[in-house]
């Protein structure tokens, strides 16, 4: 099973940006994704993208602040998050699925153990 291991979350003031980055042991998929989920709340999809074709999908919520990349020669992806807000805060993960146009957790079934990013206002 590939290990994915997050890095990158910290605390930044509204307006502010972080670079948040998936170290993959491997690509067993080919989509990755990055989730977050605050407290109380479900889990909810974020970006993703392929190692093959490096096609995106944002969530609506991120488009034009988030951008995802990845690093085919070392098994990295990266979450770019500029102009972020309060509601940016909570935990980050990234996920290997099939598809990057899947949206649920359930059509991901490899996990990291999550960053913690904090937005203060």
């Known amino acids: 099973q590939v290990q994915l291991v997050e890095s990158g979350g910290g605390l930044v003031q509204a307006g502010g940006w972080l670079r948040l980055s998936c170290a993959a042991s491997?690509?067993?998929?080919?989509?990755m994704a990055w989730f977050r989920q605050s407290p109380g709340k479900e889990r909810e999809f974020v970006a993703s993208?392929?190692?093959?074709?490096?096609?995106?999908n944002y969530a609506d919520s991120v488009k034009g602040r988030f951008t995802i990349s990845r690093e085919t020669a070392t098994n990295t992806v990266y979450l770019q998050m500029n102009d972020l807000k309060p509601e940016d805060t909570g935990v980050y993960y990234c996920?290997?699925?099939?598809?990057?146009?899947?949206?649920?957790?359930?059509?991901?079934?490899?996990w990291g153990q999550g960053t913690q990013v904090t937005v203060s206002s």
């Open positions: 996920a290997t699925g099939y598809n990057l146009w899947r949206i649920s957790i359930r059509d991901y079934d490899n």
């Open positions: 491997g690509r067993s998929r080919d989509a």
């Open positions: 993208t392929t190692w093959n074709t490096a096609i995106t």
